[in-house]
């Protein structure tokens, strides 16, 4: 995993904790999508050691992704996680490492289910820790590439359960406010820029049409802001990048390298059209979890009322 924080003076760490959530989340994501877009080994080096790392410690089984010390990263040190992961099982399907993705999304979900919409913390049991949600869009943007990857129905469902959610509770004459405590549902006077650009954005993809776009999709990168970039914009001469992945995704790698020296942009591993559609694949394996939500017949005693929340500088990216 990587450090949260830099001393721009002297180039000393600060902080001596690490996962995947604020704080770092958009570095693993550019590693990867870095690779992508350019082509360029190096970055997948990066992010393959850092996910290795990352899936060795930071993540306790399908049900918890907690942040750890790095000079001993058996110890957690946190009891909650923020909702600002909710972004890897996004890019665990880019990667190609599906199974996984699926079944942290899965825990996601029943977390969503119980409380409607994210909680930016929560506990191991599904509690709320901080209660505040601004309307992120993190998860929805990992149900989009679930579905995409799978077709699977059930992605479907759990975009229309959020759309309710929003209707329900968020919905404003101007807009779609913040909801500042998901115990009570009180409105805040606020809407972020990512509410338009990036949550709004995956969940019209998530149901359009193929005629509903006017481009085609697997030609395009999404920044961790969910802006489009063209992987056209590498230029990479693709006979290169062909041979380099050769070599570089072999033996037991959880990538599987489909490219051709006519498709140059088919170079991501496995490549940016994803998995043409494992739908029954996602359903067995979300079965084979035999998944039993925590009980929530204590949820208002374990909720902590007076605890700070973190403002959106916090993370990586100003509305991340």
């Known amino acids: 995993p990587l450090f949260r924080s830099i001393d721009i003076d002297t180039g000393a760490w600060l902080r001596q904790d690490s996962g995947i ?26 992010f393959s050691k850092h996910y290795d790392s990352v899936m060795r410690y930071v993540s306790s089984g399908p049900l918890a992704m907690v942040d750890v010390l790095l000079n001993n990263p058996l110890k957690r040190t946190k009891s909650y ?38 909680p930016e913390a929560f506990t191991v049991d599904f509690q709320v820790y901080w209660a505040h949600h601004p309307l992120r869009p993190e998860f929805i ?28 509770h968020a919905r404003v004459p101007c807009g779609f406010a913040a909801i500042s405590d998901l115990r009570t549902f009180e409105q ?3 809407m972020d820029s990512f509410v ?42 693709p006979t290169e990048a062909q041979d380099q992945n050769s070599n570089q995704c072999s033996g037991d790698d959880f990538c599987t390298v489909t490219e051709s020296v006519e498709e140059p942009l088919s170079r991501s591993c496995p490549n940016i059209a994803m998995f043409g ?39 990586t990216g100003d509305d991340k």
């Open 21 to 46: 959530g604020a704080g770092t989340d958009s570095y693993y994501e550019y590693c990867l999508k870095s690779y992508v877009l350019l082509g360029n080994l190096t970055y997948w080096d990066r």
């Open 81 to 118: 996680m923020d909702s600002l992961l909710a972004f890897w099982p996004g890019l665990q399907v880019l990667a190609g490492d599906l199974k996984p993705a699926i079944e942290l999304h899965h825990m996601l979900y029943h977390v969503t289910k119980r409380h409607k919409f994210l």
């Open 141 to 168: 943007e990992s149900t989009y590439f679930l579905y995409k990857a799978t077709k699977d129905p059930h992605y479907l469902r759990v975009g229309e359960m959020a759309i309710e959610s929003l209707q329900k």
């Open 188 to 190: 805040e006077d606020r």
């Open 196 to 237: 338009l650009a990036e949550t709004f954005k995956y969940l019209y993809l998530l149901f359009a049409d193929e005629g509903d776009v006017a481009f085609d999709m697997d030609d395009f990168v999404f920044t961790t802001e969910a802006h489009l970039l063209p992987l056209t914009l590498a230029n990479t001469d």
């Open 277 to 315: 559609g494992w739908t029954f694949y996602a359903d067995s394996v979300r079965d084979a979890m035999n998944f039993q939500p925590p009980s929530s017949s204590s949820k208002s005693s374990k909720v902590r009322q007076n605890v700070c929340r973190p403002t959106t500088t916090a993370a």
